[in-house]
């Protein structure tokens, strides 16, 4: 290779790798952000119960845990879980209490435009839908706090809509194939299929493997090119 081309070679790995450190320092304040976010929130409730769900115990006592203090207690809770009848299905909004007989979900994003709406709707629509089992015939109430701390309300998407995105998911979670796209190292280490995908992945030199990948940052150090370690 002629001197000039592995010095151009070297200069564009260098800055490549630059642009990869950047692009995690960027993601990483802005996660850190988004938790102080949510502890602002928190702060709201006095004498919360919470977190009940954490990802490295079983969802099923939580599950009992939240029942009983929304049910028995009428205590607000932090990190929730609810989980449908059949067991298929589990939610997990940032808080859940009682404003009378009405059973209300929030959900802490840090995104101000009015277009963030739509990225959460699914998410609480999932949640009220999973709660109403737990808490049959109640009215359930959808809100968010945005990046500017206002209470903003969440119009759950129509009961067909959500319907047929339930059976599109279990459709694709029958199939045979396995994803592609790993989430990320902190989004995947408590699943109870990490130790089949990332062993494979950390064989393979995944980019997703390093802690600092996320969801977030992914796309960006995959149009650098970057896919490997």
Known sequence: MPDGVEHDLELTIVLLFKLFQFACQVFVRGDQGAQAHEREALAAFPGIAGPVHRHDAPFEPAAEETRRLLADERRAVYQPAFASRDRTRTAVPDFAWWDGDTLVLREVRTFVNPGGLEGVRLALTHAAAVAAETFEGTTVRCEVVNGRHE???????????????????????????????????????????????????????RVETLPSVTRANRPVLAALGIHRI
């Open 151 to 205: 209470v903003l309300a969440v119009t759950p998407m129509r009961r067909g809509e959500y319907e047929a995105i339930v059976g599109r998911t279990a459709r694709t979670m029958a199939s045979a194939g396995e994803p592609d796209t790993l989430l990320g190292h902190s989004a995947c280490e408590h699943c109870p299929f990490y130790s089949h995908c990332w062993t494979r992945a950390t064989a393979e030199r």
